[in-house]
């Protein structure tokens, strides 16, 4: 099958095309949701097979089934609860991760403290990590820097106006800076590589 | 003439990502470029901002439990 090629839109060229994708849209699902994973890329497959004809080329599958289940995620998010999570989050204006590592200075032996400090998160930390913030911070900061959705697009998205998303985003690094730290302390990621 | 009035290092870390995403008007990315052309920590920064981008970008493992991949697939099959 050609890059570019165009399945029938067939129960069978469905199930060919989507195959392939099943396990970037599970990841994509865990980093949106911290249990439920597997439904909601249920739901987003169940929602893609019925939309199957609106898909313009093969070749943007991926990318149209991950813009599928976060409009499923959303609409989740929205019946479950009415008002959206702006529970304070502390003073964040001053908080820089960079210079924290400076000051604390976890690896004293090392020349790339930054880069280390980087390091020691496998993907399953940093999936606790991006968990443990509010959706409305998470999601956008997801799909920006992890799926390399453009800002106009997640607006689009999530429905919300762009300077918003914008105000998200940088709130949302803040926090999550904010949070990589507090998770490397707790779970005491800066003590195994002090002797290096 | 453009305002290159010069930023402090506050508004500069503040615009780094937008900086590196060119989401800023033309004149703040001057601006930004004006303070990193004099100041070393937020050169830092910068190279820290640059890192954890890469990091996000590459932290995507699509790694998918074989028994949550087979009732998947058995879910599609099903459709
Ligand atoms: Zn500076």
Redesign the pocket.
């Known amino acids: 099958m050609s890059e570019a090629g165009i399945r029938d839109r067939t129960k069978e060229g469905f199930q060919e095309l989507v195959l392939a994708e099943l396990p970037a849209l599970y990841s994509l699902a865990r980093r949106l949701v911290r249990d439920g994973a597997e439904d909601l890329v249920q739901e987003a497959l169940l929602q893609a097979f019925r939309a199957f004809g609106t898909l313009r080329e093969d070749g943007a599958a991926g990318r149209w089934l991950k813009t599928i289940l976060v409009n499923v995620f959303r609409d989740q998010v929205r019946k479950r609860s009415r008002t959206v999570d702006e529970r304070p989050m502390g003073d964040l204006s001053d908080f820089s991760l960079y210079r924290t590592l400076v000051d604390e200075d976890p690896f004293p032996y090392s020349d790339s403290l930054h880069t280390d400090f980087l390091q020691v998160f496998d993907s399953e930390d940093l999936r606790e990590v991006l968990i443990r913030l509010p959706d409305i911070y998470r999601i956008p900061l997801v799909l920006r820097y992890m799926d390399g959705f453009a800002t106009k697009e997640i607006a689009r998205l999530l429905e919300a106006p762009l300077g918003t998303i914008l105000a998200r985003l940088h709130r949302g690094r803040r926090l999550f800076e904010r949070e990589l730290w507090a998770y490397a302390e707790e779970a005491g990621l800066l003590t195994k590589e002090r002797a290096r | 003439m453009t305002d290159t009035k010069a930023i402090?290092?506050s508004e500069?870390?503040r615009q780094l990502w937008d900086y590196l995403d060119h989401a800023i008007p033309p004149e703040d990315q001057e601006k930004v470029e004006k303070?990193?052309s004099f100041?070393r920590?937020?050169c830092g920064?910068l190279e820290f901002a640059k890192e954890m981008r890469a990091f996000l970008a590459t932290s995507t493992a699509q790694e998918i439990p074989p028994h949550v991949k087979e009732r998947l697939e058995r879910f599609v099959e099903r459709l």
């Open positions: 402090p290092c500069a870390v303070h990193l100041c920590s937020c920064e």
